[in-house]
């Protein structure tokens, strides 16, 4: 038995020791991030790769037009359908030209379709348009618009973000304010949605004739066709040095109190993956592209010359060798993994084997599939999951052995107990033995 205790432990122990080459880290290279708030993340493996600053509260600037957009494609309504910007919206187109905000050219009055607003505020990053989608969704009323977008924003599990404009260009003094990882959910749930991507991946569309738009504005517009706008997401324009074939959209932002913004979604070698970046440097680079941009540019590319996802463990070789009672065929069975779990991992990445909840021994009869224990999984010592542990092989019961050890438990004992009374009665009768001689002694004449 000690031999069987001692062979379960090295097996543990080589289990526990079994890993890749040690990991060189998760850090991007030096000088690749330059903003303030990251937060990258992988789909596939619901793995974060790298965050900087995730949960610091900061302006959301026009990442803030996300929900407003998903909120007009949750909606249901139909996007063929044509809407007046009304009066009560002067105010508010007043005040974003005021403080320069971006616009789409509409006016008060305006008759457009709810698919050109979408358009208007996602691609040109139109502030007007996303007052207008606030107005049409709210019925007017542009508080009970924002009061739907923060309870949208608490079921996407946000509890760092409140909205109280729909486009951004309202900051923290306002009470505006989100994190990078709110951006995160916030863009999940736009990416998941099959209209807001088709609209956010073109890099432009021409906006319709309208009553307010009654002449095209340049010779080569198409039919009823009014004037081109065209996306800020350079990364996804060909025409553009930083151009990546991998970016699928989302949204970009900038206010001087929230910086240089942009969420971005990015699809290559069978990964997808979201990446918020808030905080970059209001100035441009020396190239003309603003920081977040750039910082974008570097960490996908690093993430995806080095990081994919893998089948985890292996399932044809045993994690560990337990110890079996009762079985003549064997003094071991082999656990192994019942399935894999998939997890992102570098060339140098560290994975560990762990189980859990093993007992110290199996008791036979054990069949080979019958569920032992579990094993959790670590990739560069993160926790990534747990997977249940299978017995490899059959071991029949031995009756000769179980009752060996059985009876053997009771009779051991009692041979012990049986053997000290035989023996304390023999001591007795050597004594009441010697007693008696004494006294034949003592009575002889002398």
Known sequence: MKRRILSFALALAAALCFALPAAAGWEPPAGAVNAEAVYLYNLDTDTVVYEKNAHEVRAAASLTKMMTALLLAESGADLAQSYTIPESLAAEFDRIQAENGSDADLKIGETVTLESLLYACLLPSGNDAASAIACYLG???????????????????????????????????????????????????????????????????????????TVPESADAPADAAY??????????????????????????????????????????????????MGAPVELAPDGFNYAFHTTANLYDWALANFWPVQLPNTETPVVNVPVAWCAGAETVGLYTADTLTALQTSVSRVEVV??????????????????????????????????LVAGSDCGRSLWLYYQERLGLFFVPALLGAALALALVLALAVRAARRAKGRRHAARPR
């Open 355 to 388: 189980p859990e909840g093993l007992p110290d021994r199996l008791e036979a009869p054990v069949k080979a599939g019958q569920t032992v224990g579990a094993a959790a999984v670590y990739v560069d010592g993160e926790r990534v999951g747990a997977v249940e």
């Open 139 to 213: 019925g007017g009323d542009l508080q009970a618009f924002f009061d739907r977008m923060n309870q949208r924003a608490a079921e996407l599990g946000c509890e760092n973000t409140n909205f109280v404009c729909a486009h951004g260009l309202y900051g923290l003094e306002y009470g505006n304010h989100t994190t990078a990882y709110d951006m995160f959910l916030i863009a999940r749930a736009f990416r998941e949605n099959e209209t807001l991507m088709e609209v956010a991946c073109q890099t432009g569309y021409w906006m319709p004739l309208t009553n307010l738009h």
């Open 228 to 277: 081109y706008i065209t996306t800020t997401n350079v990364m996804q324009r060909p025409d553009q040095e930083l151009y990546r074939s991998y970016i699928r959209g989302i949204k970009t932002g900038f206010t001087n109190e929230a910086g240089r913004c942009f969420a971005s979604s990015a699809e290559s070698g069978g990964m997808t993956w979201l990446l918020v970046v």
